[in-house]
């Protein structure tokens, strides 16, 4: 599904991921832990093809296809999502019209019809009313007098509403108490899937008590420098960074 | 030293000269109140950038000439006139035609006046004799010191003299529509008075179009009296040919205990100097001024406000937005003066400008004159290009790039159109907006 090879990106002259590679299979959850600074939210930004980031080298693919060439839009339409860790607020752009015209505007891309008013609405109904997002939230500015935890919340909605096939969640964790966290990890949960691969990216281990990994990474100056199975989590967890911080570069 | 040095006349000051001698024994009403006006524009002139209220819009420089008087529209005028389309075609109104700057009843629709709302052409009123103009023309407001009201004044032709009785109300909005129409180059002075008395309603929109002219100038005035409880809302529509020249003017006197909302959406035009002169006159009133701007290409578009604050207790919203592409230039100048007995004003204003291109230049200078010492009065003003994370929030979920700029356009604009209180109206600049975007490269 989705393959990063040797992966080095700068941004402002500074070298942030130092030869990457990364590969997860089909319907696998892999978690991406790492110290502040080791290049976690730079890895989600570049999937999703935030423009300040500057690939100097490496590839990455999705089911083969060059991702790096894809505009952001591009890439949404063939299923990459990034659930944001400080998602934007955005005055005067109702969440409803939003979702619709993403939606709709990914359809387009991939040559399928926009979906009606009514299956819109009942879309939304469905996958709001399981994160517990009332209606009267959907009509507001995205995110506009959101909580931390709504707007956490808020990018679960679009998730289940986009449907993607690779989803990088970056930081879902940070800012929630832990009934937030919980709506937010049980919305993640039941999105897991055969054919949707996932990308949890967190500094802490708790979250992955609730969305359990297939594959635990560990991401330290810029580089994958371990990777293990859930266990890995609750050792970092145990005994914290420090011996990958001192790591030689 | 203090004599007065003027600058050598220019070309369209020559030709405004030539004109008034040509036609002045021909226009009807006031001779004496024209001459005055005429004179007071000679004395000074085109306004240029060294008179601080047109410091950004160089009037003298941007009117290389003066057109003719508009003749009267001919049989293949009012055929252009009548089947033009028009911006407010999908809003129910009552329409009020006015081509090449003259009434014609035959497009305009005075069946069924509502109870106490009289309207006649201001031509008409200016021959006859009327008591409402002898009562309020030219002196709703003191803005005669502005040049461009002294030449509307000297020149006015026909316009719309509109007046709704106390306690009335207007259920269709009234609709001025002025159409240039002409094939040959042109000048159009319409200058209208609204009176709208103590506790009446009515909603007035002016929509300035083109059907068919391309080469032409504008100067409307509108004078404008909503009376104690009244409630007035106002809304011009600038949409005019890409080259014409549009000058307009609202002067509005607004009473105690009044409800003003007024909004100006330019989207049209080459030059374009929206005036707007705003006395609150009672205690006691709310009023929204609201305004977008729309510019593309060359576009230049001033608007320019003075809202005086004389009475006690009223409250001001100012609100404009321009969203400037191109090589346009947008200026935004408000002045906000608060009397030494205006206790208690609350007077907000603000102006944000949305640059779209490199080359586009925003100007903007918003003043607080303040005598009175028990006020709330603010401004502010900011100037940006789209945020770039915003966008990118957007594209991130396959929004493609064109459509997230149009998206978040809509929504800057949208703050100012929400004054709007006709919900049809709002939806129906909102696709003007949607179109105009749609139609950048």
């Known amino acids: ?249 | 030293m203090n004599a007065e040095v003027r600058q050598m006349k220019t070309a369209a000051e020559l030709g405004l000269a030539a004109e008034w001698e040509q036609v002045k024994d021909r226009l009807p009403g006031p001779a004496g109140l024209r001459e005055n006006a005429f004179q007071r524009f000679a004395a000074v002139g085109l306004p240029h950038r060294r008179v601080e209220e047109w410091k950004y819009t160089d009037l003298r420089a941007l009117m290389r000439d003066a057109k003719p008087l508009a003749a009267p529209p001919d049989a293949a005028a009012l055929d252009r006139a009548r089947s033009a389309g028009s911006v407010l075609d999908d809003v129910t109104c009552r329409r009020i035609v006015f081509v090449d700057g003259v009434f014609s009843a035959e497009l305009s629709d005075l069946a069924g006046l509502e109870q106490g709302l009289t309207i006649r052409s201001m031509a008409q009123a200016l021959a006859d004799g009327d008591a409402l103009i002898d009562a309020h023309l030219g002196r709703v407001v003191p803005a005669e010191r502005d040049p461009a009201v002294a030449l509307n004044t000297a020149f006015m032709g026909d316009g719309a003299v509109i007046h709704v009785a106390a306690g009335s109300s207007v259920d269709r909005p009234l609709n001025l529509v002025f159409l240039a129409a002409g094939t040959t180059s042109a000048a159009m002075f319409t200058r209208s008075l609204i009176v709208v008395e103590q506790g009446a309603r009515a909603m007035v929109i002016e929509t300035h179009e083109a059907a068919g002219a391309s080469d032409y100038q504008v100067n409307a005035a509108l004078e404008l009296v909503v009376a104690e409880g009244a409630h007035v809302d106002h809304v011009k529509v600038i949409g005019e040919e890409a080259h014409a020249l549009h000058v307009s003017t609202l002067m509005a006197k607004v009473g105690a205990h009044a409800r003003y909302n007024d909004f100006s959406f330019i989207v049209g035009g080459g030059v374009v100097r929206n005036q707007l002169y705003l006395h609150f006159h009672g205690n006691e009133t709310v009023a929204g001024i609201r305004g977008v701007n729309l510019l593309r290409g060359k576009q230049h578009a001033d608007t320019t406000m003075v809202v005086d604050h004389n009475s006690v207790g009223c409250q001001s919203r100012e609100l404009f937005k321009s969203v400037l592409d191109g090589e346009s230039r947008g200026v935004f100048q408000g002045k906000i003066i608060v009397r030494p007995h205006a206790q208690q004003t609350d007077a907000k204003m603000a102006t944000h400008a949305l640059l779209l291109s490199e080359q586009a230049e925003a100007d903007a200078k918003p003043e607080l004159e303040i005598f009175a010492d028990d006020v709330q009065c603010g401004h502010g003003a900011t100037a940006g290009d789209l945020d770039e994370d915003l966008l990118f929030y957007l594209r991130s979920r396959g929004i493609p790039e064109k459509d997230a700029e149009a998206l978040l356009v809509q929504a800057f604009i949208g703050e100012a159109v929400e004054g709007i209180e006709h919900a049809r109206l709002r939806d129906v600049l909102m696709e003007v907006a949607v179109k105009w975007l749609g139609e950048r490269d």
């Open chain 1, 1 to 249: 599904m989705l393959e990063i090879k040797n992966l080095h990106v700068e941004i402002d002259g500074k070298k942030i991921l130092n030869g990457l590679d990364l590969s997860v299979g089909k319907g696998e959850v892999h978690a991406i832990m790492g110290p502040n600074g080791s290049g976690k939210s730079t890895l989600a930004y570049v999937l999703a093809g935030k423009d300040d980031y500057e690939v100097i080298e490496g590839e990455v693919l999705l089911d083969g296809e060059n991702v790096l060439a894809m505009e952001p839009d591009e890439r949404a339409a063939k299923g990459v999502f990034l659930a944001f860790q400080y998602p934007i607020e955005i005055p005067g752009v109702a969440t409803m019209t939003f979702l619709r015209t993403a939606l709709n505007a990914q359809r387009k891309q991939r040559g399928e019809a926009e979906l009606t008013t009514p299956d819109f609405m009942r879309l939304v109904r469905d996958a709001a009313g399981k994160l517990n997002i009332d209606q009267e939230m959907l009509r507001r500015g995205v995110n506009v007098g959101f909580s931390g935890g709504e707007k956490k919340r808020n990018e679960i909605l679009q998730m289940a509403i986009l449907q993607p096939r690779l989803a990088v969640l970056d930081e879902t964790d940070s800012g929630l108490d832990i009934d937030a966290l919980k709506i937010v990890s049980d919305g993640v949960n039941r999105l897991r899937g055969p054919d949707r691969s996932m990308v949890v990216i967190t500094h802490y281990q708790r979250l992955l008590n609730y969305i359990v990994p297939d594959v635990v990474h560990v991401l330290s100056k810029g580089r994958i420098v371990r990777t293990g199975g859930k266990e890995l989590a609750l050792e970092l967890e145990a005994q914290g960074y420090k011996q990958y911080q001192e790591e030689p570069a």
